[in-house]
């Protein structure tokens, strides 16, 4: 292998683990299917799919790019800017691509559809800039979740909102996710003086946080026994170990649970 592809790859690896590979793939795989379950076709789904991960990748990429001090003092193992696998320009250089990327495909999507998407994108990027460290940090979350599903129907034709039930659920799933996502680095936030909620709850309080708020929003969708004997064997095992990255999975199980009764009921706009 010469230099210049070793770099590259080199390049690569490391941007692909600045971006919060795990969430913001998950957050794409929900768009998408939400996308298709709304009969979007194969090239909305395709655009929904990539205006998504376009915008994931700017707010984990910023999110990196933003703490890397903290992190470089906290010699975090698991950041390649910390550990300089990546340059400052390198991250700078691919947020901007990124967001240009996003602004592109949500626009293809339609004006009312891209206002809402680049509206929860800016609530990611005002999480990383500023209410991460404020007791108010799981607001970006519930408005940035509840606006996927809206992403998604106001491209169809008629541009619908989505069924108020998918909004609540929607914001659950974003409070959920914020809660599980934040647990494994509970300790260096704390010390690196990242107040937020979860922060200020701790560790257990805020894995029962996790897995109720996820799997409330399945419930919201389908009241039932059902719902609960699918996403209680998850939440027990995330509350045994408060600070793995259970929670994160249980988190991820229920809203699988959440999006497959959307998708099978016909809820997202509120038809059957």
């Not at 395709?46 to 994931?56: D, E, F, H, I, R």
């Not at 990242?194 to 257990?204: D, F, K, M, S, Y």
């Not at 919201?220 to 699918?230: E, I, M, N, S």
Request: with cysteine; aromatic share 4%; hydrophobic share 60%.
């Amino acid at each position: 292998m010469s230099d210049a592809a070793a770099v590259s790859r080199g390049l690569i690896g490391g941007l692909a683990r600045a971006c919060h590979p795990v969430p913001a793939g998950a957050v794409t795989a929900l768009a998408g299917a939400m996308a298709v379950g709304a009969g979007r076709g194969t090239v909305g789904t395709l655009l929904t799919g990539g205006a998504v991960a376009a915008g994931q990748l700017s707010i984990g990429w910023s999110n990196d790019l933003i703490d890397r001090q903290r992190d470089a003092a906290a010699r975090r193992a698991d950041k390649p800017l910390a550990r300089a696998e990546v340059t400052e320009r390198q991250v700078a250089s691919a947020i901007g691509w990124a967001v240009a990327c996003c602004v592109v495909l949500s626009a293809a999507c339609g004006v009312a559809a891209a206002t809402v998407h680049l509206l929860a994108v800016a609530a990611g990027w005002v999480y990383n800039l500023r209410l991460k460290a404020t007791r108010w940090s799981w607001l970006p979350y519930a408005l940035a979740f509840a606006l996927l599903p809206a992403f998604v129907t106001l491209a169809l034709p008629g541009r619908p909102w989505p069924a108020p039930a998918v909004l609540a659920a929607g914001a659950l799933l974003g409070v959920a996710a914020h809660f599980a996502n934040v647990l494994p680095d509970l300790a260096a936030d704390r010390a690196a003086g990242i107040r937020g909620l979860p922060q200020r709850a701790g560790a257990r309080v805020s894995a029962l946080t996790a897995v109720l708020a996820a799997t409330a929003a399945a419930l919201v969708l389908a009241p039932g026994w059902p719902v609960l004997a699918v996403t209680a064997p998850p939440t027990l095992a995330a509350l045994a170990a408060p600070r793995s990255r259970l929670p994160f999975l249980a988190v991820i199980a229920a809203s699988a649970v959440a999006v497959a009764l959307l998708l099978a009921n016909g809820q997202l706009t509120g038809t059957s």
